[in-house]
């Protein structure tokens, strides 16, 4: 197996409502079939104009409350509540499910990497986006690239964010061992592997949090795996969320 080689695309303008990212990321660096770019879900998003005005949001009585409780800007509290589907906790922070499936800490809605006074929402469809970034590459440069599309997310039982894969292109969220066997013989029974999860993570420590301005990365030789894309519990089986609500009513 080759090395895998990780590369951050660096030279990157601040991103403008509009701009082409898939044009602006083949500029700077050559892709190769088989390359897997990671895009934070910010620059996505501020490419397509997710974004709104503070000054631009009437909050709610619900969002009034919230604010309070949790001391945030009323404002900001109604982007999160615009951004989800369901409310899982309210306090210490909002907790929601987001209508693609993910859930999330404010809703991945953010105030950072972007003017003063303005919200950055996650993109609505980040799948979409992925096979619409990995499609634009292809037609630029006629190489077929995986794509992932990222943000930095908190998780249960330990301190510190990690980069999570919100959409994906080119390949399956989930490396499947079930059915094999281990150097012993044994066989799995239960593994199954969130590779884009790991690879998100790995591009997250590439790109940075604050002023770094790397937000795509590229890895090349990453070895191909099989299995699946159901990276999100389903509610029946997502026991964390089913004992918040019960834990949280609102
Ligand atoms: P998130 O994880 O998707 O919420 O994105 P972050 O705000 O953490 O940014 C990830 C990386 O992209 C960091 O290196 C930022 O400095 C960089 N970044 C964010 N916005 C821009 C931008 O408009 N242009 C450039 N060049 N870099 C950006
Ligand atoms: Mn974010
Ligand atoms: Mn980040």
Request: glycine fraction near 10%; hydrophobic fraction near 40%.
């Amino acid at each position: 197996m080759e090395n895998i080689i990780v590369t951050g695309v660096r030279g990157l303008p601040l991103i403008r409502a509009g701009d082409n990212i898939a044009a602006m990321i083949c500029e700077r660096v050559t892709v190769e079939d088989g390359d897997i770019i990671s895009l934070a879900s910010t620059v996505y998003s501020k490419s397509k104009g997710y974004t709104k005005p503070l000054a631009e949001i009437t909050p709610s009585a619900r969002a009034l409350r919230l604010a309070e409780l949790n001391g945030e800007d009323p404002r900001f509290v109604q982007a999160v509540l615009d951004a989800s589907q369901d409310i899982i906790m309210e306090h210490p922070f909002i907790l929601s499910l987001l209508p693609f499936g993910h859930i999330g800490v404010r809703a991945g809605v953010d105030q950072s990497n972007i003017d003063d006074g303005m919200v950055i929402f996650l993109p609505p469809d980040p799948m979409k986006a992925a096979t619409e970034l990995s499609d634009e590459i292809k037609v630029i440069t006629g190489k077929k690239v995986g794509v992932i599309i990222t943000d930095t997310c908190g998780r249960s039982f330990r301190r510190g964010q990690t980069g999570h894969a919100i959409g994906w292109s080119g390949f399956t969220a989930i490396r499947d061992f079930r059915g094999d066997t281990d150097l012993f013989g044994h066989e799995l029974k239960i593994t199954e592997e969130a590779v884009v999860d790991e690879i998100a993570g790995f591009a997250n420590f590439v790109m940075g949090e604050s002023n770094n301005g790397v937000p795509a990365v590229l890895f090349r030789n990453c070895p191909p795996w099989t299995g699946h894309d159901s990276l999100y519990f389903t509610k029946n089986e997502d026991i964390t969320r089913r004992l918040l609500k019960k834990a949280c009513p609102s």
